[in-house]
C-alpha cells in the first residue's frame, strides 16, 4: 500500500497529503510519516511548494485532531469502551489517559510527534475526557507543527535517500524518548527521596 500511495504524491500531492494526515491522526493504519518524508523530497525536486506541503499536512493533522477530539466528546466514556474492546486499543487507549492525567497539555503536546502512536488515542481521550477545546487546540497545532516540520525538513534535506532520512528521525526520536522517560525517572526518585525523607 505504501508504495501505491507514494506513486501518486506527484500526480495528487497536496490533497493526498492532507487525506493521509487526517486518517493517520483517526487511528488508522497510514503511513503518514512516510508521505510527509516523500513529499519534502518532492517538494526539494520542485515538484512541490515547501511552504504549500507543510500547510497541506499541518491542516489535514489538525483537522483530524478535531474530529478525534470531537468523536470524543460527543461519544464520551462509552465510545472509549466501546473502542477498547480490542486489547490492543485498549492498551493505547489506557496509556494516553495515563498521560492525559498527569500530564494534560504537555501530554497533547508530545503525543503529536514524540509518542505520536498514542496521538489518535488521546484525542478521544481528551474529548471524553472534558479537556478544554481551547487548550486541546493550541496544544495540538504546536505538536502538529513539529511533527509535520521534522518528517516534511527531514525529507526535503534527504530528498534522495528517504529510507536514510526515516531511519535517522526513528533513531532521533527514540532517543530524545529514551532521554525524556530518564528524565522523568530522575525527577520522580528525586521527588521520592525527599518525601521518604521527611
Known amino acids: 500500500m505504501t508504495d501505491w500511495l507514494l506513486s501518486l ?3 495528487y500531492g497536496l490533497w493526498l497529503l492532507a487525506a493521509t494526515t487526517f486518517l493517520s491522526c483517526l487511528a488508522l493504519p497510514v503511513p503518514s510519516s512516510m508521505m510527509m518524508l516523500a513529499a519534502g523530497g518532492f517538494a526539494a525536486s520542485g515538484d512541490l511548494g515547501l511552504v504549500s506541503t507543510i500547510a497541506a499536512a499541518l491542516f489535514g493533522a489538525v483537522i483530524g485532531d478535531q474530529a478525534g477530539f470531537a468523536a470524543g466528546r460527543a461519544g464520551g466514556p ?3 469502551s466501546r473502542l477498547g474492546r480490542k486489547p490492543s486499543r485498549a492498551k493505547a487507549l489506557d496509556r ?3 498521560i492525559l492525567d498527569r500530564r494534560g497539555d504537555v501530554a497533547i503536546f508530545l503525543t503529536r510527534w514524540l509518542f505520536s502512536p498514542v496521538g489518535p488515542w488521546a484525542n478521544f481521550a481528551a474529548g471524553a475526557g472534558g479537556l478544554r477545546w481551547l487548550r486541546f487546540t493550541l496544544w495540538s497545532i504546536a505538536g502538529e507543527a513539529v511533527w509535520v516540520a521534522l518528517y516534511i525538513g527531514m525529507g ?5 535517500n528517504l529510507e536514510a532520512a ?3 528521525l526513528s533513531s532521533g526520536l527514540g532517543l530524545v524518548g529514551g532521554l525524556a522517560a ?7 526518585l528525586k521527588a521520592s527521596l525527599r518525601d521518604h525523607a521527611h
Open 182 to 188: 530518564m528524565l522523568g525517572l530522575g525527577l520522580w
Open 9 to 11: 504524491v506527484p500526480q
Open 78 to 80: 462509552g465510545l472509549l
Open 156 to 160: 526535503h534535506a534527504f530528498a534522495g
Open 166 to 168: 526515516g531511519d535517522l
Open 96 to 98: 494516553a489517559r495515563a
